[in-house]
Structure formats: structure tokens, C-alpha cells
């Protein structure tokens, strides 16, 4: 079950940093501007959440996986995983310091992302 809820968190955090609400956080990330021009951002993450951002970082391999995983989930686990999936998105938000409307879109995005993957609707 914690397998399918990381990644579906994972992208909903990085949904909200790409609206431009990364966290400010000076002794967890580094910004290095490259002589072309370009940006590099690294971002220092708690061991829980390595295998989020690994899932994170391929979107498309992490829902096929979900999907993958969802026929053998039976119809109460797949709502179930849709809750924490919602729930865990939010606790992140909350933990990156985002507002009640961002902490809400990561709730939804969550949840969207985890119905799509496992093939339920609303």
C-alpha cells in the first residue's frame, strides 16, 4: 500500500513546486546557476521519501506500475489507497509550508492521479 501512496504524493509535490512554491528551506537546497544560464536545484530529502522522489522522477513508469498493481487490489483497498494518497499529499504540502488552497490542490491532484491509475472514477 505505501508503494502506491510515495509516488502519487511525490507528484502532487511536485506539481505544487512547479507553480513556484518550493519550500525555503536555505540548509536543504542548493541553487547553482550553470555558465549557459541554466538553473541546477538540489534538494536534500529524508530517506523516507528517496523512493518517492525516484518514483517521481519517472511519472509515466509510476502510474504504469499503479496500474499494474491495481488488478490485484481488491475495490476497498483501491478507495482506501485513493484516501491516504489524498492524505499524504496534503501532510507534504503542509509540511513544505504551502497555503490551505495549495495543500488542497495536492489533495486533489493526488486523488485524480490515484482514481486514474487505478481505474476508478468518483
Same mark, same amino acid.
Given at each position: 500500500m505505501t508503494r502506491l501512496l510515495l509516488p502519487v504524493a +511525490? &507528484? *502532487?509535490? &511536485?506539481t505544487l513546486a512547479a507553480? /513556484?512554491? +518550493?519550500p525555503d528551506n536555505d540548509a536543504a537546497t542548493t541553487v547553482q546557476t550553470q555558465p549557459d544560464g541554466s538553473t541546477t536545484v538540489q534538494i536534500q #530529502?529524508?530517506? +523516507?521519501? #528517496?523512493?518517492a522522489v525516484e518514483a517521481a522522477s519517472n511519472p509515466q513508469r509510476t502510474l504504469d506500475d499503479l496500474r499494474t498493481q491495481a488488478g *490485484?487490489?481488491? !475495490?476497498?483497498?483501491?478507495?482506501d489507497? #485513493? #484516501?491516504?494518497?489524498? @492524505? +499524504?499529499? !496534503? *501532510?507534504? *504540502? @503542509?509540511a513544505l509550508g504551502q497555503t490551505e488552497a495549495e495543500i488542497t490542490q495536492a489533495g486533489?491532484?493526488? !486523488?485524480?492521479?490515484? @482514481?486514474?491509475? &487505478? /481505474?476508478? /472514477?468518483?
Open positions: +511525490a &507528484l *502532487a509535490m &511536485l507553480c /513556484g512554491n +518550493a #530529502v529524508p530517506d +523516507a521519501l #528517496v523512493p *490485484a487490489m481488491t !475495490e476497498q483497498a483501491k478507495l489507497a #485513493v #484516501v491516504n494518497a489524498r @492524505r +499524504a499529499a !496534503e *501532510a507534504g *504540502a @503542509r486533489d491532484v493526488a !486523488e485524480r492521479s490515484a @482514481r486514474d491509475a &487505478l /481505474g476508478i /472514477g468518483r
